[in-house]
């Protein structure tokens, strides 16, 4: 168990922590949305993100990676969220890359990795069609066609879908939704015939799309892992997602937290300063303490990736169902704290409060990872 | 009790007789018919239903008649409220002037103020907002700046107010201004009536995290305001402005969650967006847990509503427990805008455009506004603050 | 709907106030737990209470009742609630004298009844079997014995069951448990041959005990209402004890609200009274608000009793689960504000602690409540 | 790193050698091991186990070897903890001078000071208690009143201390006294060890809410405490309690929750007392979800000791986390002990006597005893305060 970071990482930290704040502050995000952007990210940045190393840092040598792990990207991951930087990092590095590294065949792997270590292509992960976060639900239809395969079905809530060149989309090769087997991964081109996507706008200016598969034609190559047996790698892909979000949360709230506690130093009300009112005092020393104790978590969920841990369900359950909580606590606390320009669109808490609902509901809310946490321990 | 069952069926009569089937479903926002000087009425049925209560003094039931009012005791207006809810009859009219600035004026303006402006507010002529906060004042209201300099015949005004309602599209607004400059906080403060057509007033439009609002900033660059416009005495418009703050909050835990919302309620949102089990039990334990918590507090509080009223009717009145509903109305209501939210899951998460309705987009909106009702008309803090002191006495700093 | 006290229910809650506060002070509770007192009670003093009318005065007047109804008998028990005053009140007249009024024959009300009223006989309700109250998991068994019945099984938790001269047992006579049909209700004498009555020593220093029934037999006449039909009967029973104990419950929290608020005003700490620190205000606050949500809640709860009205199962979980919430936030705040001395047997804080969770066990936790509130309510 | 490993594998094979089975077993508050003038054993192995530890100096492992300690580093005394865990040996020796007195004596004692209490701690040959707070003083420790008076050669000490754990059992005890009444609040107060054998030393047992307990009040008559036990400089005593405030603040967040309780924890206790439906999940979902909170929160702060620890090790040390350990630590010790309480239901509300077994009656005494957590050793109040102003640097009024 590493529960600091080391020099390495620090570095990484730091150069990230300098980039970000020069290049991608917050009001890039605001510009992204008041522009309509279509992508939801800009593809230019994202390429200065790669030439740093942020694609790779996760990957083998042998597919161009640096091999760095997952403590040093959630560091780099934890400072994009303090300024809520847009950019294809989740879907494409953890979510897509994990699943290619964890399930594709060498030639798979080979003909996506050193691309996406480049930033030659972005990848998604095509995985909702409810309301809510039950990826056993898949009910999206995988049919044997000949050599390979055919599609039809719908995907509701895919962050970066619309503009991803790659999709890896879990689809239903047998058994029924809730069911655990008979679920398959393919690898789906963009432009493929058949697959319609529609941008989503969403409430906090990322991007995302629905997709409606209509009889999408699939070579045999373009399944990954073995057929109806994807579950036992779409799980772990998840995890890595979640405790990555997670780390992006704990950023967006850490910096949440710090402006709101600036403003409590700064603020004048009734001759003093708000900062000195005990009662906020207290509520502040609260958020202070449960953003340590998130801490704590994240450091040991991004080891238990890195060192391949059988505890990770636990821990990912764990980091995404406090950070659930805590960003949500502070993202509140900031804006009441803020006043009634906390409310205004001019103030950018508003971000971050948007920011973090949507955070929450991505790869399951608090109830979700409780509930899976309490089973995980046999309860 | 005879005459008011009496009253109560000569009521119900009336209203079966005078309003218009279209007037008895429930109200959009666009549907809503506000006060002023070049009114907009969604449809004919909703002009003829606005005219006819007008008529009646029934925009403001309690109002004095021979001013404009309904002429009704509190026993009265009760029971009309309970009948047109029975029948599901539209509130004919919105203005500020009658939920805020009226009860003033009839509590603290002098006759002839009371004649010009009562009837007015009565038939809906005028549209009022309200200039209370400041930039940088926050909760701290005393702390106010605009100035009102004495020039004899008139009132010289300097400033801006924020946070004016609908100040866009307000024929009046009543302000807290400085009159003293050299007294201390709550003194040299005067209440103020100003027409926005005066020369000098302007207002901004300030967009909110949920995005487009009716809050405004108002500006005042040497503004001509005439004397009679001074409500109450002069340097003495705190009294007047705590009269009105009351009646504020009074609103706010009345509307307490239900600012721009979607057409469903969290139990029907439940049963639709999350579903029942086998068991019969929403098929979410968390979000089950989640929303009979918030179903039995809003129980509780619409008990808590009845139980002020009839305390009020019994002669017991405890004068405290009304301060309590501002806090519970908004932070409850807050809960049940991050529940929705938490029931819609991803259909909760649009802006606009495609892939959302309209119900999905006003809880998103919805959620997002309601993170201002515990700040607006005296934040949560203040009100905590203000039940320490003067319910529980507990000793001040 | 009726949210305020009448004339008549407000004499009564005053005279309740002033004999309560005269002869059953907490101290007198504290000389009943370090007497070791057998019964859990003073007889003389329940004598007492029974010359003021508070056994009779939800009965009917033809058995000797004034018929005052519970909104009277509500304000009495939040009086009781406020000096922990130790009584049969709630098992006798509530819960027992409820069951023989809305199930028994005309020959057991008039058998029972009266004597209740002039406090000649005191009852006891035994349903609980299990760790967590269950009523539908009732397992003692009661079988057909010529003319009569016959009981075997035990109760493990049954309030005042030890000092009761008559005990109203739940049974089941068919059907398995966890199901409705089947459970009757019994009257059987305290002193019963195969009965076995253990007192039990409750953190509260109230009195309780155990009951084992080794082929208790039983007249025909013991049975109240239909065999195997008692759920309509126990249910109702069960709410009007619920609320009454709901009443008690605001009458403690009340107290000791009060107390702890008296305590803040008095408290010298840092050269100030800690009643000015801004954070214990706010929390002072969020109590009162809670206990006046409370009030209304039990004003409507026990006009639903006199007025038979439908909603009685949602108030009585309404109260109940509220009840035990504000009254466990009201005990712990209070002992927390009194520091040191808070946590000493010493100061009546204690007592007043321990009832609140005995009294949250009684009828029903607030999980309990909060799920039977989200049933009948269709979700 | 290759010599710890080697030190690693050492502390092994004599643990291996050396500690008695009997030793290795769960340990029981009876089975404890106190220091003192005449010490208790409870078996020939307790005594065995704590002579042996005794001679190896580890007692305290990382005191000075000259002074009867084990002379290890922090390391290696991380690595005889995690020995000693893994192999389950018992703490050998229990004692207030271990935890707290000795380390302040060894950073603010002088070296006749340090020869006479240290060894004789190490060896358990005496028990300390604490006297810090007083009657009426609370969390406003600086303004104790017991007074010591300078008489040339000796203090004569009069007062009282409340909240002595075990005073009744101990030696020795440690007290903050006011040597200058004139000097403001924390000046004027000086450190001072008294025998408790000292004629005018007088101890009374206080009860709880949870019954008998350790905890004493100790009053002092006259009581003539010869110069040489003043630790650290006249006047100065209050640096020397802050010193040893944090030792306490560590230990309240180290014991947190795990006072006199039960032999089972929450999950033992949920499948026990609740069990499991046929869907493998807890039958009761409120007390499900109130377990799995309470279980990764649990999780989440013991990560955080770990995290400490490692800054530390890692020279990163954020000396601010620590400061979060109590309160957390006290907190959700009492949210286990509510959660146990729920569990159990009835079963966890007797008192004595027959139908409840001792684990049911350890968690209904745990439970009120925890309550004494968050107020003992700085309350939680003060613990947000510290936070606030140390950590954050939000302006004091």
């Not at chain 1, 990207?73 to 590095?93: F, H």
């Not at chain 2, 009536?193 to 967009?207: A, K, R």
């Not at chain 2, 495609?354 to 998103?364: H, P, Q, R, S, Y």
Request: charged share 25%.
């Amino acid at each position: 168990m590493a529960l600091v970071l080391n020099e390495e990482q620090r570095l990484l930290k730091d150069t990230a922590k300098d980039f970000l704040s020069a290049n991608m502050p917050v009001e890039a995000l605001r510009k992204l949305r008041d522009s309509a952007d279509e992508t939801g990210y800009s593809r230019e940045q994202w390429q200065q993100m790669c030439e740093l190393g942020w694609a790779s840092i996760v990957l083998p040598e042998e597919y161009d990676g640096l091999d760095f792990g997952f403590m040093g990207l959630g560091a780099i991951i934890e400072e994009s969220g303090r300024t809520l930087a847009a950019s294809p990092l989740l879907s494409t590095v953890v979510l897509g890359a994990s699943a290619v590294l964890l399930g594709g065949s060498d030639a798979q792997k080979q003909a996506i990795l050193p691309k996406v270590a480049s930033g030659e292509i972005t990848l998604a992960l095509a995985l909702e069609e409810g309301h809510h976060h039950a990826p056993l639900n898949t009910a999206l239809r995988a049919e044997a066609n000949g050599e390979g395969y055919r599609l039809n079905g719908a995907k509701s809530f895919v962050p970066d879908g619309h503009s991803a060149d790659k999709l890896i989309v879990v689809a239903r090769s047998s058994a029924a939704p809730g069911d655990a087997e008979g679920l398959s991964l393919f690898l789906v081109d963009g432009d493929t015939p058949g697959l319609q996507r529609q941008r989503r706008n969403m409430v906090d200016s990322r991007g995302a799309a629905a997709l409606v598969f209509d009889n999408v034609e699939l070579p045999a190559d373009a399944l990954i892992g073995e057929l109806g047996k994807a579950w036992p790698i779409l799980e772990p892909v998840l995890d890595r997602g979640r405790i990555c979000l997670a780390a992006e949360m704990l950023g967006g709230a850490l910096e949440c937290f710090e402006r709101t506690v600036q403003y409590l130093k700064e603020r004048d009300q009734f001759g003093v300063k708000i900062g000195s009112f005990q009662a906020l005092q207290h509520r502040a020393s609260l958020m202070y303490i449960e953003l340590e104790l998130a801490k704590s978590v994240m450091f040991d969920a991004l080891t238990a990736i890195d060192d391949n841990r059988a505890d990770l369900p636990q821990l990912a359950s764990l980091a995404k169902a406090r950070m659930n909580d805590v960003f949500e606590l502070v993202t509140n606390e900031a804006v009441q704290m803020h006043g009634g320009i906390g409310v205004t669109d001019e103030l950018e808490i508003g971000f971050f409060l948007k920011r973090s609902r949507v955070a929450s509901q991505l790869l399951g809310n608090a109830g979700f990872h409780r509930d899976r946490y309490a089973s995980l321990c046999g309860y | 009790m005879a005459d008011l069952d009496q009253f109560r069926l000569e009521v119900r009569q009336w209203l079966e007789d005078n309003c218009p089937a279209s007037q008895r479903l429930p109200i959009t926002r666009e549907e809503q018919v506000w006060a002023g000087r070049n009114k907009q009425f969604p449809s004919a049925d909703a002009k003829l239903w606005f005219e006819r209560m007008r008529d009646k003094g029934w925009t403001v039931p309690e109002w004095p008649s021979e001013l404009g009012g309904g002429g009704l005791d509190e026993r009265q207006a009760k029971i009309l409220k309970e009948e047109m809810k029975a029948l599901g009859c539209r509130t004919p009219l919105f203005d500020l002037g009658i939920w805020m600035l009226g009860p003033a004026v009839l509590e603290f303006g002098n006759d002839e103020q009371k004649q010009e402006h009562i009837p007015k507010i009565a038939r809906g002529e005028v549209r009022w907002c309200q200039g209370y906060s400041e930039p940088g004042a926050g909760s701290d209201l005393a702390s106010l700046q605009t100035r009102a300099e004495d020039m004899g015949d008139h009132f010289l005004v300097n400033g801006s107010k924020i946070w004016t309602t609908n100040a866009d599209k307000a024929d009046w607004i009543f302000c807290l201004v400085r009159t003293d400059p050299d007294a201390k906080k709550q003194e040299g403060i005067s209440f103020l009536l100003i027409d926005m057509d005066d020369p000098g007033v302007s207002t901004t439009l300030i967009e909110l995290i949920s995005g487009e609002s009716e809050f405004c900033q108002t500006f005042f660059d040497n503004v001509k305001v005439p004397k009679k416009n001074l409500v109450g005495e002069l340097n003495k418009g705190w009294s007047v402005a705590k009269a009105l703050l009351k009646h504020e909050r009074k609103l706010m835990s009345e509307i307490g969650g239900d600012t721009p919302g979607p057409s469903f309620g969290p139990v029907q949102a439940a049963l639709e967006y999350v579903g029942k089990g086998a068991d019969g039990k929403l098929k979410d334990a968390a979000l089950r847990d989640q929303l009979v918590r918030h179903e039995m507090a809003y129980r509780a509080i619409g008990l808590t509503h009845f139980r002020t009223f009839e305390e009020r009717m019994s002669g017991q009145a405890d004068s405290n427990v009304p301060l309590i509903m501002k806090y519970v109305g908004t932070e409850e209501g807050k809960r049940k805008e991050e529940l929705l939210l938490a029931l819609l899951g991803h259909q909760a998460l649009g802006w606009d455009g495609e892939g959302f309705n309209e119900d999905e987009k006003l809880t998103t909106r919805g959620w997002l506004f309601s993170k201002a009702l515990s700040i607006a008309g005296g934040t949560s803090e203040v009100q905590l603050n203000i039940i320490a002191k003067r319910v529980l006495g507990l000793p001040q700093q």
